[in-house]
């Protein structure tokens, strides 16, 4: 129940557009012991789509 209204408030910052709340609701949930695995791993995956992304744009 607590991600979830976690995720609303978050989604309803983001729609207003103000990031820095949004932000100070998110980095807590990335950086705890039971998410911290699942976003580093996705942020390895997240930075190697970035390096294709760009390697695809740079020999084209």
Request: aromatic share 22%; proline share 2%; glycine share 4%.
């Amino acid at each position: 129940m607590y991600y979830t209204c976690a995720a609303l408030k978050i989604g309803d910052f983001l729609r207003q557009g103000n990031i820095l709340n949004a932000l100070n609701y998110i980095c807590p949930f990335l950086f705890s012991n039971e998410y911290s695995s699942v976003f580093k791993n996705w942020y390895k995956v997240k930075k190697r789509v970035l390096i294709k992304v760009k390697l695809i744009y740079f020999f084209k």
